[in-house]
């Protein structure tokens, strides 16, 4: 029933309320939207990744128009197209670099076939109105902290949240364990009082 209400509105006004909170407007953004998504990733090719992985990275874009969109600087569908376009050229940009340095390693064939099949495990398009918005939220919670970390910072961030230990990003990046703690305790305390609780509950909903 909310969703058919929703239908009948513009959609900056179901921007508005995706940001304020209602998942059903997000949905429907997302539903209006995919075609658009499909016509930008037909545009990409990798090599190392499905048309579905590039459609995913697209739609996480998406997301992240709606949630960063400003109604005072653009139309949101152009919005959205920059926002789609500039994620799947992030993925492909990321995706290549992986690649790249799995080959100057001289990986075996069957080391690249692994990775590949992990890296597709990471993006693959499993369920439209969950894994993909908790991904994008995921991104999106990761950009906002970023924004309130100096270099230092970003870099234990980074290697954090990859799973190094404290030892471990001691000796990567030259710095004392008491910085390092210093700094996760900065950054999970910025995700307490920074973040929308809105995003988080989609995190850790399911």
Known sequence: MIKYNLRMKRVEKLVELAQSGLIEALELIIEKYYPMVVKISSKYYAPWAEFED???????GLIKAVFYFDSEKSSFNSFAWRSIESEIKTFITYLNRRK???????????????????????????????????????????????????DIEIDIFEMWLEGYTYKEIEKKLNINLKKIDNTVQKIKRIGKTKIDKFILDQIFSN
């Open 54 to 60: 590039i459609i995913q990275n697209g739609l996480i």
């Open 100 to 150: 790249n340095k799995i080959l100057s390693e001289s990986s075996s064939i069957d080391s690249l076939n692994e990775a590949e099949g992990s890296e597709q495990a990471d993006y693959s398009l499993e369920d439209k109105n969950s894994s993909v918005i908790k991904n994008a939220f995921i991104q999106i919670i990761k950009e906002k902290i970023m924004n309130y970390l100096k």
